[in-house]
């Protein structure tokens, strides 16, 4: 039994259609969005996100409220001791 040109051309089609079927069957539907929180004082105190960064991951700084919501600020005012600054060892503007 030969096949002709147009049988094996058929054949072709036939299984790239079946292939391009089962590729798009395959695979898994997209993921869920994931929940996004504002901020980690959204979440609760189980959360395991407080074993990562806990209230106390820096050091100093003060909660400042803001129309969008409050931040912790963490901003050193004086970065170096005056001494420091004059002989030059301490750049305070940049």
């Known amino acids: 039994?030969?096949?002709?040109?147009?049988?094996r051309i058929n054949i072709f089609i036939v299984l790239s259609g079946l292939l391009?079927?089962?590729?798009?069957a395959s695979f898994p539907r997209?993921?869920?969005?994931?929940?996004?929180?504002?901020?980690?004082?959204h979440l609760p105190s189980s959360s395991p996100s407080?074993?990562?960064?806990?209230?106390?991951?820096?050091?100093g700084g003060?909660?400042?409220n803001f129309?969008?919501?409050r931040a912790r600020?963490?901003?050193?005012?004086?970065?170096?001791?005056?001494?420091?600054?004059i002989s030059r060892r301490c750049d305070i503007g940049s």
């Open 20 to 24: 391009t079927a089962y590729l798009f």
């Open 50 to 59: 407080w074993n990562i960064y806990p209230e106390d991951f820096y050091t």
């Open 73 to 85: 600020i963490l901003v050193d005012m004086y970065p170096c001791s005056h001494a420091d600054a």
């Open 1 to 7: 039994m030969s096949f002709n040109l147009s049988h």
């Open 30 to 41: 997209s993921p869920s969005a994931p929940v996004i929180h504002n901020s980690l004082a």
């Open 67 to 69: 129309p969008l919501g």
């Open 62 to 64: 003060a909660y400042a």
